[in-house]
């Protein structure tokens, strides 16, 4: 019942990864006259099949691609924005034909749903949320969970799709009277709910019943931690972090992500697994995402890193193209490739 | 080596119970 201290992956770790471990599969530009904020991946319903697309978000428009062939993708789909410009794709598993947006200047201010009628195919918008919005996550089943207001005027609210991509069902939960920063969802525990807090706690709720379990105060060293993947084992909570605004130390360089044990029944913590750049490479990170072990980060420096956290070093290391830094980076929630992607709208998917 | 204290297989069931509604 005790667990080994912090162990500093990716450090010595130039030789041990391999850049084969990323395949280009394919590769396609957004032709688009604003700059590109996010890609994705979505199931959508075509004449019956579901088919796996790619999501493309400029400031401007959403588009969604279709597969031609192996190598080709062909954009069937526009939704355009006049007023307030994308901020990011809110990736909901388990639907499908919808995709959700958040809208915003520098912080959001609308979740919209994306669909199309089913009679003529127009695509469509549906306004879900509107508001001061400090945080949002698609979750299983069909919801989405979406902070409003900070500190003690907060309401958190889980949000069930219905099918015409309307809100079906709303519930609250308890707020935990301190700026929410990030959710995740706990794999393990169907009902469990996880949030990340401006005071470096990370809260607990029952999703079903709405209650707030636990604060857990964790570590001071790095401040406004983003949640990028929770899973309960063996009674304890295993937490993967990033840290934004994290310093560069000399001893690790630079800490891009760090997988955190908690055990909830008392709130102790430790960190096990802190992900550092190998070394040679400089930078921070700018936007990351996690999808079961495997951790991708954009770097300051315009590389894109995947570290693997059961082996516990970095794996692949995939430098700029055409001499153009990577500004985004999202494992395909459809199957296991890396989507990444350059301002002017460029998007390459990679096997990983 | 840290200790995280005693560790419960049903830690969400038993903060459910404790928790205020």
């Known amino acids: ?352 | 080596r840290a200790d995280l204290g005693p560790i419960s297989l049903n830690w969400f069931e038993e903060l459910s119970s404790e928790a205020p509604l």
């Open chain 1, 1 to 352: 019942h005790s667990i080994e201290q912090t162990d500093v992956a990716g450090l010595p770790a130039q030789d041990t990864w391999n850049p084969s471990s990323l395949q280009l599969v394919s590769k396609f530009k957004n032709p688009s006259s604003s700059c590109s904020v996010d890609v994705s991946a979505v199931w959508w319903d075509r004449a019956g099949a579901k088919e796996p697309c790619i999501v493309t978000a400029c400031e401007d428009v959403v588009s969604l691609w279709k597969p031609l062939d192996a190598l080709q993708w062909e954009k069937v789909h526009t939704w355009h924005f006049t007023e307030v410009p994308v901020l990011q794709i809110v990736p909901v598993p388990d639907v499908y034909s919808l995709i959700c947006v958040a809208l915003g200047n520098l912080e959001i201010r609308e979740i919209r749903a994306l669909l199309c009628s089913s009679g003529d195919e127009s695509e469509k918008q549906v306004l879900l949320k509107s508001g001061n919005i400090k945080a949002v996550l698609g979750l299983t089943k069909r919801r989405l969970v979406s902070s409003i207001g900070t500190f003690c005027s907060q309401q958190v609210q889980i949000m069930t799709f219905a099918e015409d991509g309307g809100s079906k069902d709303e519930q609250l939960l308890m707020p935990p009277d301190e700026t929410i920063l990030t959710f995740a969802e706990v794999q393990g525990i169907q009902d469990a709910l996880l949030g990340t807090t401006t005071v470096n706690n990370i809260v607990i709720w029952n999703l079903k019943t709405g209650q707030l379990l636990k604060k857990v105060h964790v570590d001071d060293s790095y401040q406004a931690s983003v949640c990028h993947r929770a899973y309960s084992e063996m009674g304890l909570l295993f937490v993967v972090l990033s840290h934004p605004c994290a310093k560069e130390s000399q001893a690790f360089g630079s800490p891009v992500f760090q997988l955190l044990v908690i055990n909830p029944k008392t709130a102790q913590s430790v960190g096990v697994l802190l992900c550092c750049l190998p070394q040679g490479q400089a930078g921070r990170l700018l936007e990351g995402d996690v999808k079961d072990h495997v951790a991708a980060a954009v770097l300051t420096s315009g590389t894109i890193a995947v570290w693997d956290l059961t082996l516990g070093h970095c794996t692949a290391l995939l430098p700029p193209v055409s001499n153009q830094n990577w500004s985004l980076v999202k494992w395909s929630v459809t199957d296991s490739h890396l989507l990444a992607g350059q301002k002017d709208g460029n998007i390459f998917i990679y096997r990983y």
